[in-house]
């Protein structure tokens, strides 16, 4: 820790995440799903799904293609977060969290309108 070693690892990682954290949220335009808030650094991303999506819906067909998610009510006493996701741009560098999130939503959009 006293040496400059674990500054330059911070320094790189710090450097990744911002990375990751760009690509990420670029990724997740494209889809139509908007940050509800953009940090200034870290690794978590909190997102609102379009059309009043169902989270828990899209992370249960996530399960199912080996991705893992967190929907929003994971995190809400209140349970009141349904519509919301939580990306970890760490993890988001895998190509399989976008074109499996693509298909979830366009099969959760179709779902709904035959409701």
Known sequence: LTDSGYRK?????????????????????KLGIEPWHIPKAGMFIWCRLPDGMDSAALARRYLQEQVVLAP???????????????FNVAQST?????????RAMQEERATASHQ
Do not use: I
């Not at 990375?19 to 990420?24: D, E, L, N, P, R």
């Not at 929003?72 to 939580?86: H, V």
């Not at 895998?94 to 693509?102: I, K, T, W, Y």
């Open 94 to 102: 895998d190509e399989r969290v976008f074109s499996v999130l693509a």
């Open 9 to 29: 690892h911070m320094d790189t990682l710090r450097a990744h995440l911002a990375q990751a954290m760009h690509a990420t949220l670029a990724r997740l335009d």
């Open 72 to 86: 929003g009510n994971a995190f809400s006493p209140n349970q009141n977060a349904g519509s919301f996701l939580r």
